[in-house]
């Protein structure tokens, strides 16, 4: 019988160091190949060009090109559906068991499921590992078990746990690279194979040095400032690791930047617990609002084309750039919402197309905020005015100019809907819905 191994299979967790689920893999007692799969069923979801695609892709030869070059291993990469490429490693391999981290989506839970199920049918255990959050699951819930349902509460909780009994300990895999399967041949793909091409946009490094963390709290909130991490890409697809950016933001002790992260964990135990909330408002009485939804309006939006300067430097920066910054996805979102009552279903699944730090967890709980109708959602009679909002945020319109340079040419759009009247009928909107 051929020598047994295991299997690392890597998600969202594309790093070699500081990698809970791979380290244990590689202090096991069986030589390790590394594995990725490029999951046809998500795949076909995602255009040709996609950003994330090209991202994952690109990591990944690094990777391979790290371990080939320096370990005399690498990473197998695969195409198809998990269960078909799981049917064929176990018949060209002697598997003793396979490690992969946590993912906490519903589809991925079914996946982890069904791939369990089939391993555990030739003897082979599917060992899983938290890695991307620092709490997750039921860590963080109240006393009588029942998650936290609004986030200071939560917050606070998670800061007690973290500051009594966790340990933050980072995964050094280094000494245990040796580990790895000796073969620098394993399968690798292209993206044509794949069916993708690479995409003109590229996702922007991260930066957490520490007069960006020391300055966060008070530059944040300015879009036009370069003044925020762009960790959001780099966490959903783990090419960094949280025990090190948190452990960052302890040094720099700034309690915002911490708190961010914390909001993150908050969406993600929000959405382990309530997977219904994907499609469905977390309050239901806001599943009655009856959204106008026309679809001209909503194109207009998505262009950046509503007439509304911020609103549409917003929209133009994330399609231009697969980014926008947080105000301003506060400030499109509530327009959307509330003054074109559109369903904010239409909004989640525009961004989760365009964002390169698309998060279902965050990207649900955002939108779900800013609707209204979320866990400790924004009260639905705040209306956050897009003009305003550039006098506290934008002041000298610098964000604005960058992306919207013809918004005081005479081609520039009229506003699509007027602010007074949009305001008093999503009240109404809002409160028929709510009262009845
Ligand atoms: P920073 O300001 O540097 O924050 C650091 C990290 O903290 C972020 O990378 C993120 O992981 C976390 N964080 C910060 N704010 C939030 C928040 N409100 N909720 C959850 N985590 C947060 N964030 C996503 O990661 N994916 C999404 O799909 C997403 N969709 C959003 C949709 C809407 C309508 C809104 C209002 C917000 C959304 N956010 C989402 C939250 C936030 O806008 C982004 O995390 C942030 O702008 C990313 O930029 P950054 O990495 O420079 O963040």
Redesign the pocket.
Known sequence: MAQPINIFWFRRDLRLDDNVGFYEALKSDCPVMPIFIFDSDILETLPQDDARVTFIFETLQKMRDVLQKEHDSSIAIMHGKPITIFKELVNQYTISTVYANHDYEPYAKKRDEDVKIFLNAYNIALNTYKDQVIFEKSEVVKNDGDPYVVYTPYMKIWKEKFNTSYNLNIYHTNNYLKNLVKKTDLPNLSLSDIGFKKSSQSIADYNVTSTLIQDYQST?NFPAKNA?????PH??FGTVSIRKIIKKAITEHNET?WQ??I??EF?MQILWHFPHTVNQSFKPKYDRIVWRNNEKEFEAWCKGKTGYPLVDAGMRQLNETGFM??RV??VT?SFLCKHLLIDWRWGEAY?AEK?H???MA??V???QW?AGCGVDAAPYFRIFNPTSQIEKFDKNSDYIKRWVPDFQELSYPKPIVDHKMARERCLQVYKSALNN
């Open positions: 944040r925020t991490s762009r960790l959001g966490l959903r930047f961010e992260l909001w993150r969406f910054h947080n996805r506060m979102g961004f964002l730090d698309y998060d965050s990207n709980g955002n939108w800013v």
